[in-house]
């Protein structure tokens, strides 16, 4: 912060060596301020070799007002141009070249406190990868506007902080601005996937889906997306290393666990397709998979396809035939499809223009009478006819 700068006296003779100063300002290019023709005198200058101290004074001079009539708001950069999230440099970095790429891993220093100064926890040598998610978006969003060995502070709303749920790691309360003090140490390229260990690929996909996961218990279902699908982008990579069977099967357990994951922050969006994307290549890798089969029923059901959703939720309970979960799903969808089937019955009849279901018992009872007495004339009829013809044989062997 700027500190305000006491008023400076000068003497008559540097008032005249102000007033004759405008020429040597006008040939250094400097600005300088218009006189009024009453403040101008023909008194002679000063001797030459003063003038160039009281230029010195005057320029020091104007600096230091210049900083004393900054408003403090100025030396604030406001990122997102809603007050609520603002950038102040302390120490200046080695220039905008330095600037960090997203995609890039950056090394930090961080000290965490409440608005009212009280410190949170203090951290160094703090490393992520610049818009992954890894981190509070707050960092994620000024981090990118540091100079590398720039040293700032950071004013956040909870909003890009730990929003309304807060956070136990570190204990900051609900709804709490943060004010962020930031020292960026680092900026290195991500590693190449293909270089990587299959042992490194796994524990970098986890620990993205980890962070996944975070998102989803805060409510924040798109940066899930998100994580969950740069942990996808480990697990697919090629790889320039050898990798045993044992390893494979890892990576696809941590690829299985990731899209079912997704699939549940999809559902939370109702991005109903993607979700049924999702769960259809989970399948692919773990035909038997539960919990695929679970959320692709709810999928499933949610788009109206309740024949397919029962089945495929059957298929899920005989794998785990205790799972209360599928129970419930299950049951609540067999007796939504048992009501919808009975009012697209319902619907049908009333297209084709029969009865109300109040008169069908009345119907019913003419129509079955009415059928009850063609049977019983149709049967006598045939008797006479039989017994007819049973009589003309008789004469006929007679005679």
Same mark, same amino acid.
Request: glycine fraction near 8%.
């Given at each position: 912060m700027a500190e305000t700068a006491e008023p400076i006296d000068?003497?008559?003779? #540097?008032?005249?060596?102000?007033?004759? #100063?405008?020429?040597?300002?006008?040939?250094?290019?400097e600005d300088f301020e218009v006189l009024n023709e009453e403040d101008i005198d023909d008194d002679e200058p000063p001797p030459l070799e003063d003038t160039d101290s009281v230029n010195v004074k005057r320029e020091k001079e104007q600096d230091e $007002?210049?900083?004393?009539?900054? !408003?403090?708001? #100025?030396?604030?950069?406001?990122?997102?141009? $809603?007050?609520?999230?603002? &950038?102040?440099?302390?120490?200046?970095?080695?220039?905008?070249?330095?600037?960090?790429?997203?995609?890039?891993?950056?090394?930090?220093? /961080?000290?965490?406190?409440?608005? $009212?100064?009280?410190?949170?926890?203090?951290? !160094?040598?703090?490393?992520?990868?610049?818009?992954?998610?890894?981190?509070?978006?707050?960092?994620?969003?000024?981090?990118?506007?540091?100079?590398?060995?720039?040293?700032?502070?950071?004013?956040?709303?909870? &909003?890009?902080?730990?929003?309304?749920?807060?956070?136990?790691?570190? #204990?900051?309360? =609900?709804n709490a601005e943060l004010s962020l003090e930031v020292e960026l140490l680092e900026a290195t390229d991500a590693p190449d996937l293909e270089l990587l260990s299959p042992k490194e690929k796994i524990e970098l996909a986890d620990h993205k889906r980890e962070r996944g996961n975070v998102h989803y218990q805060r409510g924040d279902y798109a940066f899930a997306v998100?994580?969950? !699908?740069?942990?996808?982008?480990?697990?697919?990579? =090629?790889s320039k290393v050898d990798i045993t069977t044992e390893e494979e099967n890892e990576l696809v357990d941590v690829k299985v666990k990731c899209l079912n994951n997704m699939a549940a922050a999809q559902l939370k969006l109702d991005h109903y397709e993607a979700a049924l994307k999702s769960c259809t290549s989970a399948l692919a890798h773990q035909h038997d998979n539960v919990k695929a089969l679970f959320r692709m029923g709810k999928v499933l059901a949610l788009q109206g396809e309740y024949t397919e959703a029962i089945q495929t939720l059957r298929r899920a309970l005989k794998l785990e035939p205790s799972n209360k979960t599928i129970h419930a799903e299950l049951s609540k969808l067999v007796k939504k499809n048992s009501e919808q089937r009975g009012a697209e019955q319902a619907m049908y009849k009333k297209m084709l223009g029969n009865p109300p279901s109040t008169g069908s018992g009345i119907q019913?009872? &003419?129509?079955?009478?009415?059928?009850?007495?063609?049977? &019983?004339? /149709?049967?006598?009829?045939?008797?006479?006819?039989?017994?007819?013809?049973?009589? =003309?044989?008789?004469?006929?062997?007679? $005679?």
């Open positions: 000068i003497t008559d003779g #540097e008032d005249k060596a102000k007033r004759n #100063e405008k020429t040597s300002l006008l040939d250094s290019g $007002n210049a900083h004393a009539d900054q !408003s403090p708001d #100025e030396e604030w950069l406001d990122v997102l141009g $809603n007050d609520q999230l603002k &950038k102040k440099v302390l120490v200046p970095g080695q220039g905008r070249d330095s600037r960090p790429q997203k995609g890039q891993n950056v090394k930090i220093n /961080l000290k965490t406190s409440l608005i $009212n100064g009280t410190l949170v926890v203090e951290e !160094s040598n703090i490393t992520f990868t610049l818009g992954d998610g890894d981190v509070i978006q707050a960092l994620d969003l000024v981090v990118q506007l540091m100079e590398l060995g720039e040293k700032a502070l950071i004013l956040t709303d909870a &909003k890009y902080a730990y929003g309304s749920q807060g956070s136990i790691d570190p #204990e900051v309360a =609900s998100n994580s969950y !699908s740069i942990a996808l982008q480990i697990t697919d990579s =090629s019913k009872h &003419k129509v079955k009478t009415s059928w009850g007495l063609s049977w &019983k004339w /149709l049967f006598g009829a045939t008797a006479v006819a039989i017994g007819g013809v049973a009589l =003309s044989v008789v004469i006929a062997a007679r $005679n």
